[in-house]
């Protein structure tokens, strides 16, 4: 069964940083493009960044371009996002999916986590 | 950036009828070299995740009842759901997965 568990979410400052991770389980991780999407609360769905099966491609929102950062570790069967500089409109449920392909441009999301709030607030 | 616009915003529809949601892409999403289309359509209920239901902009994802149908090509899209039942009461949304970034579009409730 594939498991994609977020962590790291919570309540920060505007301006400050924070780390999400997500543990992966029950498929082969390093065969795997993954990705992060948000939602802000009540609204839609919003991209946020994608990484490559080897990390060799990584792409980002024009929102979080130069704050935020992909990374992952594939001996560890995890994928994380370093936001830093982080503001009001961050505030979202951030998912952590899985791609059908090694590489992304070459399938949609199979599998979602759950999600983990972060908030942004003084 | 390809613009994804989905019509209606919100739908009601009786249990055993049909429901049409469409979603248009501001360019196209077809990539000649494979004659595929990079579109998806995911449900999402409340307090739960986004669900794969299409991809390709036709093909089922496993376990998907085959109420569920997607159609189009190029920018012009259609999901439709065949004999309403209760639990397909969500939120749909279409993505373009052709180009970074890949955007989604803005949802359709859909209602009993």
């Known amino acids: 069964e594939v498991r994609l568990v977020e962590s790291g979410g919570g309540l920060v400052q505007p301006g400050r940083s924070l780390r999400l991770s997500c543990a992966a389980s029950g498929f082969s991780f390093s065969d795997y493009a993954m990705h992060w999407v948000r939602q802000p609360p009540g609204k839609g769905l919003e991209w946020v960044s994608g990484?490559?099966?080897?990390?060799?491609?990584?792409a980002y929102g024009a929102s979080v371009k130069g704050r935020f950062t992909i990374s992952r570790d594939n001996a560890k069967n995890s994928l994380y996002l370093e936001m830093n500089n982080l503001r009001p409109e961050d505030m979202a449920v951030y998912y952590c999916a899985k791609d059908m392909a090694n590489n992304f441009l070459s399938g949609s999301f199979d599998y979602w986590g759950q999600g983990m709030l972060v908030i942004v607030s003084s | 950036d390809i613009v994804m616009t989905q019509s209606p915003d919100s739908l009601a529809v009786s249990l055993g009828e049909r429901a049409t949601i469409s979603c248009k892409s501001s360019?196209?999403?077809?990539?000649?070299?494979?004659?595929?289309?990079?579109l998806a359509w995911f449900q999402q209920k409340p307090g739960q995740p986004p669900k794969l239901l299409l991809y390709?902009?036709?093909t089922r994802d496993s376990g998907v009842p085959d109420r569920f149908s997607g159609s189009g090509s190029g920018t012009d899209f259609t999901l439709t759901i065949t004999s309403l039942q209760a639990e397909d009461v969500a939120v749909y949304y279409c993505q373009q997965y052709y180009s970074t970034p890949i955007t989604f579009g803005q949802g359709t409730r859909l209602e009993i």
């Open positions: 990484v490559s099966w080897n990390s060799r491609t990584v």
């Open positions: 390709w902009a036709s």
């Open positions: 360019q196209s999403v077809l990539y000649r070299s494979d004659n595929k289309n990079y």
